[in-house]
């Protein structure tokens, strides 16, 4: 079974530049999540989508940056404009389901952005 | 107070010792409990989930949970350096909606 794909891997750009990030989840899985972690924290969720709804984006900053999960497969992240405390690494997570608390999600390798 | 909380470490302990990992949570509502194992420059992988008071082990882990005191705890018997990796603890809560919330891990290393 193949896992959870991300491209790019790294991405370097300068503020106020735009960047996206795409993810492909495990086949089958209804529950895809956006996170950020910023180096030496844990992953913050940005957002959570099941099947192509928005489940949770209470923590996504709506004023730089956006996310869409068109035909409830994959999904892209959009920052537009990068600001440097956006340096972080972007994971993509899916799982099976998302409604039930004992639902295993399974990461993607992530994208490292560096903003200069 | 923080919602899941861990010792940022380091920890260190010598092959073949016991590590223990800790964890406090603050929402009471939660049900599930997971341990993740972040290489430096990897993803992270799930290594155990609990969701009922008391222990749950699998192969060298060993999960305990204790949810009136709000604590989760991950054991590692014989320890390996292979084992050296930032421990992440995650906290599945139904209160307010459904959402994870990840602590910020526990860096462990093992020494030959």
């Known amino acids: 079974e193949a896992g959870v794909a991300q491209s790019p891997r790294y991405k370097i750009i300068e503020k106020r530049q735009s960047v996206a990030f795409w993810c492909n989840p495990i086949s089958g899985h209804a529950t895809l999540y956006w996170y950020q972690q910023i180096l030496g924290q844990g992953p913050k969720l940005l957002i959570q989508?099941?099947?192509?709804?928005?489940?949770?984006d209470s923590q996504l900053p709506k004023d730089r940056f956006s996310a869409e999960r068109l035909k409830g497969v994959d999904s892209t992240l959009k920052i537009q404009p990068a600001k440097l405390e956006d340096s972080a690494v972007y994971l993509c997570a899916s799982s099976l389901l998302g409604s039930t608390s004992t639902d295993t999600q399974y990461f993607g390798p992530g994208t490292r952005l560096t903003v200069l | 107070q923080k919602e899941v909380e861990q010792n940022s470490g380091p920890l260190s302990v010598p092959e073949g010792a016991i590590a223990s990992l800790n964890c406090t949570y603050s929402d009471r509502g939660s049900q599930s409990f997971f341990w993740y194992r972040q290489y430096s420059g990897k993803s992270p992988e799930l290594i155990m989930s609990?969701?009922?008071?008391g222990d749950k082990e699998d192969g060298r882990f060993t999960a305990q949970l204790n949810k009136a005191s709000q604590y989760v705890s991950l054991l590692i018997r014989d320890s390996q350096p292979s084992d050296s990796a930032t421990y992440l603890c995650a906290v599945n809560s139904n209160t307010g909606g459904f959402k994870t919330i990840f602590g910020a891990g526990t860096r462990l290393f093992v020494k030959a």
């Open positions: 609990i969701y009922s008071n």
């Open positions: 989508f099941q099947n192509n709804g928005v489940v949770d």
